[in-house]
């Protein structure tokens, strides 16, 4: 699903962000990232989004190779990725409804499909009743979940998550994974940049770790 | 506007799973493009109506913009019909020599007469001009020092023309000129000349005001649509983030502006017909001078069509202008 071969990514600054990656995750693995602040994490995720250009190697998601994306291509290829943030990125003037809804009113569904998704993906993150509220009206922890639910709505094969867990009680952190878990159960590829270790050591997944934008290690579940 | 892209694909897809949701092809993903464009135009819509006080604002710059030189057309188009009308009315005064005598005169006149251009010829001879100017000028004791009659035998020639065709009077006048018997060939049109003239300048003065204000409201609208970026840049970076496209981003600004163009061009309307009522009742007493319908309350259809359409255009290419130059700045991080 993700495959990184020797990617570097030095910033016009100089600085070095990734040197040298590589790295496979099949389809349906639930995989984190990890390491130092700087070690390059978000770097990683970017390039899978394509909000930067690696500069040197390739990374090929969803068997296509991302330097073959032309810029005018970029929101199509987006809509096969799912992203969720650290600080969620919700719109503050629209309901959970409205923000859920967001990605399947971008690629053009009908609005019954729109309706029934939104509640499925709602349904899924345990917020449905909150569908007409507006998001500063909720909890941190709500709040991240209508992020997951806004990234799962159009069922996209691959989820990225960048520090998810970054502002919640370790509580709240273990139900988002839990639902990440799910996500991956039933075939969604979930790479989650993240240096809560306690909670990944909990998890026993794949671990790509970081060190100064080298993968220092490739830890497989045992 | 340029179309998604990702239209055709589930349509095909929509297709090969069969009849059950045949009813989403092509029809029913043209059906959805336009009612998102529908959505879009009314939430934009709602979205300006919340802040009433800054569209009012806004949309009264365009419109006064918009009714200056809008109101300026329409006077100077009745002030060039009225011109025309007022062509109907010129003369040419033929002063003949002084050697000519009365008969000569009048078979003069009678020959003039013959010519198609020509509809009047009067025969004013020089006894009747002195008796005339006696009358008129107050200079009576003074003409009767003079031992002779200083005034020449008079032709006034009355051309037939329809209006418009101030040359072809020119050329007229020339020919009359020409004639052995007249000393000086005069047309009393000078005036109207110069009327000419005058709207011919204003005119022009119109059309560059019209294209001067034509960039004030593409700024106007450039600069509250780049504000409106501004506003939502967080929500823009957010719908690239989800795969919006740019085409997706633009359209509810582009739509903005639409609404600031129309709003504006009403507002110009309603700018222009209050005046034009104000000052329906001096220029009644005017066309009662004239005898000439003036009356003019209402803005005609057809320049309000091409207000309206000049407003709404303007709004659109300012937006698209402000949005062009402003959306390429914002990428997501």
Not at chain 2, 22 to 42: C, E, S
Not at chain 2, 66 to 76: D, K, Q, R
Not at chain 2, 235 to 248: A, H, M, S, V, Y
Request: glycine share 8%; aromatic share 6%.
């Amino acid at each position: 699903m993700i495959q990184f071969t020797q990617a570097s990514k030095r910033y016009p600054s100089g600085q070095d962000a990734l040197r040298n990656v590589s790295f496979h995750i099949k389809p349906g693995e639930l995989a984190f990232v990890t390491g130092h602040s700087g070690a390059g994490k978000s770097t990683l995720l970017k390039l899978i989004a394509l909000l930067e250009r690696p500069s040197r190697g390739q990374v090929l998601v969803n068997g296509q190779n991302l330097s073959r994306v032309k810029r005018r291509q970029i929101p199509f290829f987006r809509r096969n990725l799912g992203i969720i943030f650290q600080d969620h990125r919700l719109l503050f003037d629209r309901t959970v409804y409205d923000n859920v809804a967001l990605p399947l009113i971008i690629s053009g569904h009908s609005h019954n499909e729109i309706g029934r998704r939104v509640r499925a993906a709602l349904d899924k993150v345990g917020l449905l009743k909150k569908e007409k509220k507006l998001p500063i009206t909720l909890s941190g922890g709500e709040q991240q979940r209508v992020g997951i639910a806004r990234a799962v709505v159009h069922k996209p094969p691959l989820l990225l998550a960048d520090e998810p867990t970054g502002n919640l009680d370790p509580e709240l952190s273990q139900e988002i994974m839990q639902l990440f878990r799910e996500f991956a159960q039933v075939g969604v590829t979930v790479l989650i940049a993240s240096h809560d270790l306690a909670l990944i050591q909990r998890m026993s997944c794949r671990q790509l770790i970081l060190h100064n934008g080298q993968l220092d290690q490739d830890v497989m579940p045992r | 506007m340029r179309k998604r892209k990702p239209q055709p694909a589930p349509a095909r897809r929509s297709q090969r799973e069969g009849a059950s949701i045949a009813r989403t092809g092509i029809n029913g993903l043209l059906g959805r493009y336009f009612t998102h464009h529908l959505q879009t135009l009314i939430s934009t819509l709602g979205q300006l109506l919340r802040s009433p006080f800054s569209l009012f604002m806004t949309t009264a710059v365009i419109g006064i913009a918009l009714a200056l030189p809008t109101g300026l057309h329409v006077v100077l188009t009745k002030a060039q019909y009225l011109s025309g009308e007022l062509e109907g009315t010129a003369q040419i005064s033929l002063f003949l020599k002084n050697a000519v005598n009365e008969q000569q005169a009048q078979g003069l006149a009678q020959k003039l007469r013959q010519m198609p251009e020509i509809s009047q010829v009067r025969f004013i001879s020089r006894q009747q001009a002195l008796a005339e100017f006696k009358q008129n000028s107050g200079f009576a004791e003074a003409m009767q020092a003079l031992d002779d009659n200083p005034l020449p035998h008079l032709l006034v020639v009355q051309p037939v023309l329809a209006q418009g065709n101030s040359e072809r009077i020119q050329t007229l006048v020339q020919q009359l000129g020409q004639h052995i018997e007249v000393d000086v060939a005069q047309l009393d049109m000078d005036w109207i000349e110069r009327l000419y003239s005058i709207l011919d300048f204003l005119q022009r003065g119109a059309w560059l005001l019209a294209m001067i204000l034509a960039m004030a409201v593409l700024l106007i609208v450039g600069n509250t649509i780049r504000l409106a970026i501004e506003n939502r840049r967080d929500e823009i970076i957010i719908i690239k983030l989800i795969g919006g496209t740019n085409g997706f981003i633009r359209r509810p600004f582009l739509y903005t502006g639409f609404w600031y163009g129309l709003f504006g061009a009403l507002i110009a309307f309603v700018i222009i017909s209050t005046t034009l009522l104000l000052l329906s009742a001096p220029l009644e007493q005017l066309s009662l001078l004239y005898n000439k319908s003036l009356v003019l309350t209402v803005l005609d259809l057809e320049t309000t069509f091409y207000l309206l359409l000049v407003g709404v255009l303007l709004g659109l290419v300012g937006s698209w202008l402000a949005v062009g130059r402003h959306l390429k700045d914002i990428e997501p991080v």
